[in-house]
């Protein structure tokens, strides 16, 4: 798959801009984020790129979104040079372990509750031990995860304030936005109608399992 700058550049900005502020940037924010004066050309780009079925148009149509192919952590689609393409120009997969079912609304049991794989190319798989979790629920709705996408997730012991993250109580695991308070943590969903949850920092059967670095999502 040939890309242009450009294009790698868009896909880049798009995923940053995703994992910092939990939704996709709009056309005309893209334009500014990525150098380009006109929005017709950043359209061209982004229609260039469905094509390749790397990115779909969001359901809110404000901008677009990524898909499988797409994915990347941050910083790994870049103007560097790229490594030599493999033959008849495809990537090797890359599988990461599908876990189980995340909630996004009431927790359920997900711990060692292993599905089978997720088929990622060895491009857009993101660096570091890295694992699947199915969504149900609404939850987090607001922040583009809807019920039945799949989260994929860096495993990490700790997140920034605000990113959102797959955390486990009493084996039970959920994602929510994630901040630290003086003496809890507080479990922030991606939806008006849902209220946070907040966790005692003493409560030992709390864990952060991971920093959700991805969203996948069937057409």
Partial sequence: MTLSEKQREILEYLQREHERTGVYPSIRELAQGVG??????????????????????????RTYEL??????????????????????GRSRAVRIPLLG??????????????????NLT????????????R???????????????VVIVRSQPTVQNGEIAVVVIDGEATVKRLYEEPDAWRLEP?????????????EPAFRIAGKVVGVLRKL
């Fill in 190 to 202: 991606a939806n008006a109608a849902l209220q946070s949850i907040r966790v005692p920092k003493s």
């Fill in 135 to 149: 969504v149900r629920g609404d939850s987090m709705i607001e922040a583009g995860i809807f019920d039945g996408d």
């Fill in 67 to 88: 898909l499988e192919g797409g994915l990347a952590p941050v910083g790994r689609i870049s103007r560097a040079p790229r490594r030599p393409a493999e033959p008849q």
């Fill in 101 to 118: 079912r995340v909630a996004a609304g009431t927790p359920i049991l997900a711990e060692q509750n292993f599905e089978g794989f997720v």
């Fill in 36 to 61: 380009l004066r006109s929005t017709n050309t950043v359209h061209y780009h982004l229609r260039q790129l469905e094509k390749l079925g790397l990115l779909r148009r969001s359901r809110t149509a």
């Fill in 122 to 133: 060895e491009y857009f798989a993101p660096s570091g031990e890295t694992f699947a979790l």
